[in-house]
């Protein structure tokens, strides 16, 4: 029989054990391993059951096992010290503290999801791990930041495989009282809502749950409100699932909903309000819209509204391609703004121009998130060196007449949090150790994972339908001292999944050498409503179940934070082998970093960044025609893939005594300097610090700088300019000096640039005149260009025709073909970069005369 009504009864614990309940309420006992000790010593059976998560810990102790640790004296010492040393957590200066006086007050960032223990299962992937990363990074550091998203009551999906190998997707459902949250209440005790507008008349109400990431409060927005029709209370039922309406309500919910959140939060406990809010992807860009809703509601015009939302926000985009961004039909974005939706007294018609395709190849009749979110951000990241470069080039059509070099998306490169993802046997100084030590060290770690896996493939085969007759073999899965390459994420079709089964053959011989064995262990998601995702587990699945390898290849299905855990600390190579360009950054490999593991991966994402021969090694790509034959370039990078692991990996790992010695010197070494020299670059506490110092304070600056009055101003400015800007134009161009009548030009020489300007209406402290010089090719184009001012001539004013002339040196600094061209630029104290308005005049033919110059260097 089903229970009709479910209930959660929460235990009540003894007076001397009431610090539990703390301890256990707040995230940082994920990420602390003293507190968890603590509660594993409490009752050892039952924490096992309880999946190693507090809260259902304390639900399940028996109330005489609590009578018992309350009159135990060393139990309570313990407890004592670790409530004490939380306590401190929470109120002692960090790192923020002490930064300075110009930092935010706040920051509130925005995210669809976030994966900070799989206690709280609110991720899919690796976008949700890097949220939960970045607020347990800012937890340590003292940055006062405020977590925002949505709390799904399915999660994301728990997965297992069919007989044949076929994913299959289960929804439990997630009871909020049985998890680590507690509900935003007013000063009254009733729970505080949140609520949005619908077409219809119809509303969307939410509850505010709250979840403590140490000193970070996260807000998981809840739809599930009685008041709510049956298809309101649905709209956070599950993560990434449901129709395009069912999308947009979602993301109305988490960017509205979420600043309506944050406001109620900051009245209620008296946390400072956010003066930069970051948008972590596009799925929470409409925050922007009810910001500048709030700023109209206090008399602000939209235009000026719109400028003070701009200088305090950042945006940071994690897709490197545009299939990756939500789109939605803009008929239906404007039934659900304006009068008879959201936003009221807001013209509908601004809201669909924020999310308009307005460069070459756009869509008209799509509304696209993600150019929403960098025209209501004044700065925008990529997540990695190269991911930036990409996103530049992706989005170069909003900032028309510039190269994408200068198109104004930076990138900070994502970390990941150390102390969640560090194996406790790994001490700090690992490097330190002996070759003996911390061959051994690896040699523990990898036996824990075996024993994992095994654990993990027995339930899995049990679950598939095979009696426990059928599963002896399992005794011999895996073997601790065999070389161990793990590759474990989501599934779409760019990250290839089954590349190393390109050719069957050649991986089995691998699999089964008899001197220098290899064993792999796979695991990863493919989304509900991918078919393609869900063929390519199916063939690895049937691959691995093939009795002549399956001791040597494993898929482990259902992979999440705890599996992750056990695959970074015990596997000694991490693949990753992505098409190029299309990983915006990949952190399981830095996971597996931080534990001594090597990377074996494609020059992408962060690896482009860091690769070094002494941290691991990268699988070549191809380029040219081959790299667009998908298949070719498959058969090319599937090959060079085999050789590496045969020729190099394997014989690195396997080779003893190159000094006289037992021990695969040569991998230790490895091993020791990737703990050395790449485990520190890649914590998020660096991470954080450079959103902090590179874009979290330039935003609480240029947010400060724009009182209502100011912000007007703005406004007005930049509409007068895009109204005169037609006008504007490079006239003449002329060079004196080097070069000029047939002179030799040699290195350290300089031109005169001299340039005449028609401004319209504009005055020349409006605009700034700007010669480019650089290499030029074979069409003259210029590559590695640098701009310099030139100033407008002293003591003159415009001619006869209103023209402006401008004069300045321009260095001959680089030998061989050299050119240069002219452009005029908007000019503003108040723009963040040159390119923000996305104009500029140049010559009106730079390869003639009167046009760019183009001189030779010998």
Sequence with gaps: MKAIRRFSVRPVLPEPLAPLHDLARNLRWSWHAETRALFRAAAPDSWEAAGGDPVRLLAAVPAARLQELAADRGFLRRLAVAAGDLHDYLTEPRWYQRAGDELPRAVAYFSPEFGITSALPQYSGGLGILAGDHLKAASDLGLPLIGVGLLYRHGYFRQSLSRDGWQQEHYPVLDPDELPLELLREEDGTAVRVALALPGGRSLHAYVRLARVGRVPLLLLDSDVEENGAAEREVTDRLYGGGSEHRLLQEMLLGIGGVRAV???????????????HTNEGHAGFLGLERIRELAHEGAAFDAALETVRAGTVFTTHTPVPAGIDRFDRDLVARHFGDDGELPGIDAQAVLALGRETYDGGDPTLFNMAVMGLRLAQRANGVSTLHGRVSREMFAGLWPGFDPAEVP?????????AP??????????????????????RRTLREQLVHEVRARLHASCRQRGAARAELGWIDGVLDPDVLTIGFARRVPSYKRLTLMLRDPDRLTELLLHPTRPVQIVVAGKAHPADDGGKRLIQELVRFADDPAVRHRVVFLPDYGMAMARKLYHGCDVWLNNPLRPLEACGTSGMKAALNGCLNLSVLDGWWDEWFEPDFGWAVPT??????ADQTRRDDIEAAALYRLVQDQVAPCFYDRGVSGGELPERWIERVRQTLRRLAPKVPADRMVREYVERLYAPAARAHRALDRAAAGRLAAWKSRVREEWPRVAVDRVEHAGAGAEGASLELGSSLTVRVRVALGALTPDEVEVQAVAGRVDESDALAGADAVRVALKPGTGPDLEGRWLYEGPLALDRTGSFGYTVRVLPAHPLLSAPAELGLTAAPPDEAGAGGAGGVLLR
């Design 622 to 627: 191809a380029d040219g025609q081959a790299a």
């Design 409 to 417: 998306i930076t990138s900070v490169t994502n970390g990941v949090h």
């Design 263 to 277: 406001r109620a939060y900051c009245r209620l406990t008296g946390h400072p309000a956010p003066e930069v809010f």
């Design 420 to 441: 969640t993802w560090t194996a406790p046997e790994v001490p700090r100084d690992a490097h330190r150790l002996t070759d003996a030590e911390l061959w051994e060290l």
